[in-house]
Protein backbone atom coordinates (compact mmCIF):
# COMPACT_ATOMS: atom_id res chain seq x y z
CA UNK A 1 0.00 0.00 0.00
CA UNK A 2 1.37 3.96 -1.10
CA UNK A 3 0.65 6.03 0.91
CA UNK A 4 1.53 9.62 1.02
CA UNK A 5 1.01 11.95 4.32
CA UNK A 6 -0.08 16.18 4.11
CA UNK A 7 2.74 18.01 6.38
CA UNK A 8 -0.58 18.44 8.48
CA UNK A 9 -0.46 14.47 8.88
CA UNK A 10 3.01 14.36 9.58
CA UNK A 11 3.06 16.75 12.48
CA UNK A 12 0.00 15.20 13.68
CA UNK A 13 0.68 11.57 13.52
CA UNK A 14 4.06 12.71 15.45
CA UNK A 15 2.41 14.59 18.28
CA UNK A 16 0.20 11.62 18.88
CA UNK A 17 2.73 9.05 18.61
CA UNK A 18 0.65 7.03 15.42
CA UNK A 19 3.27 4.97 13.24
CA UNK A 20 2.90 4.69 9.52
CA UNK A 21 2.51 0.91 10.41
CA UNK A 22 -0.63 1.77 12.22
CA UNK A 23 -2.46 4.55 9.96
CA UNK A 24 -1.94 1.28 7.24
CA UNK A 25 -3.78 -0.86 9.64
CA UNK A 26 -6.56 1.70 10.21
CA UNK A 27 -6.80 1.91 6.58
CA UNK A 28 -7.09 -1.88 5.93
CA UNK A 29 -9.48 -2.87 8.81
CA UNK A 30 -11.15 0.40 9.58
CA UNK A 31 -15.08 0.87 9.60
CA UNK A 32 -15.22 3.51 6.55
CA UNK A 33 -17.53 6.19 5.91
CA UNK A 34 -17.47 8.97 3.18
CA UNK A 35 -17.13 12.42 4.24
CA UNK A 36 -17.88 15.64 1.93
CA UNK A 37 -14.96 16.10 -1.19
CA UNK A 38 -14.37 12.59 -1.64
CA UNK A 39 -12.52 12.18 1.75
CA UNK A 40 -12.81 8.55 3.34
CA UNK A 41 -13.02 8.54 7.16
CA UNK A 42 -11.56 5.07 8.90
CA UNK A 43 -12.38 4.27 12.48
CA UNK A 44 -10.42 1.24 14.05
CA UNK A 45 -9.53 1.07 17.77
CA UNK A 46 -8.59 4.56 19.33
CA UNK A 47 -7.14 5.71 16.12
CA UNK A 48 -9.17 7.61 12.73
CA UNK A 49 -7.54 8.40 9.63
CA UNK A 50 -8.69 10.60 7.03
CA UNK A 51 -7.85 10.48 3.44
CA UNK A 52 -8.57 10.63 -0.19
CA UNK A 53 -7.33 7.75 -2.24
CA UNK A 54 -6.59 8.25 -6.58
CA UNK A 55 -5.83 5.04 -8.11
CA UNK A 56 -4.10 2.83 -5.78
CA UNK A 57 -2.38 6.33 -3.51
CA UNK A 58 -3.91 6.90 -0.13
CA UNK A 59 -3.22 10.55 0.49
CA UNK A 60 -3.70 11.34 4.22
CA UNK A 61 -4.80 14.29 5.22
CA UNK A 62 -5.00 13.87 8.98
CA UNK A 63 -4.71 11.23 11.73
CA UNK A 64 -6.24 11.48 15.25
CA UNK A 65 -6.85 9.39 18.62
CA UNK A 66 -10.62 8.85 19.41
CA UNK A 67 -11.93 9.37 22.38
Known amino acids: MEIWLTKHAKQ ?4 RGISIEEIKKVI ?4 KHIQEEN ?5 YA ?3 VVYKKVQEKHFII ?3 IRI
Open 12 to 15: QARE
Open 28 to 31: QRGA
Open 39 to 43: KIVSD
Open 46 to 48: HLR
Open 62 to 64: TVM
